[in-house]
């Protein structure tokens, strides 16, 4: 098992990035995917999730519209649209199946996302 992420970087407030998640070594397509964000000193928090039949729940506290959840099973990848981005958003973000104590042990080395003027 096998998560990889990509897309952060350093972006104005305001501004926007798409995150990436490669995964395999398991069948993406049959199993629900969720993106997690841990800002330093804070304990890692659900950002979004989508079944494997592309229903999309949101912790709206964190996202409030501006963010969208997607997935495409023939290239085995989760994504994370993120528009109108604030400064609390820095965070490392990380990809991984919700509720498992099997894929919790899998966790990929994060993407950066720093939200500054």
């Known amino acids: 098992v096998q998560f990889v992420e990509s897309g952060g970087g350093l972006v104005q407030p305001g501004g926007s990035l798409r995150l990436s998640c490669a995964a395999s070594?398991?069948?993406?397509?049959?199993?629900?995917m969720s993106w997690y964000r841990q800002a330093p000193g804070k304990e890692r928090e659900l950002v979004a999730s989508i079944t494997s039949a592309g229903r999309i729940t949101y912790n709206l506290n964190l996202v409030k519209g501006r963010f969208t959840i997607f997935r495409d099973n023939s290239k085995n990848t989760l994504y994370l649209q993120m528009n109108s981005l604030k400064p609390e958003d820095t965070a490392v973000y990380y990809c991984?199946?919700?509720?498992?104590?099997?894929?919790?042990?899998?966790w990929g080395q994060g993407t950066q996302v720093t939200v500054s003027s």
């Open positions: 991984n199946v919700p509720g498992s104590d099997y894929f919790r042990h899998y």
């Open positions: 070594g398991f069948t993406f397509s049959s199993v629900a």
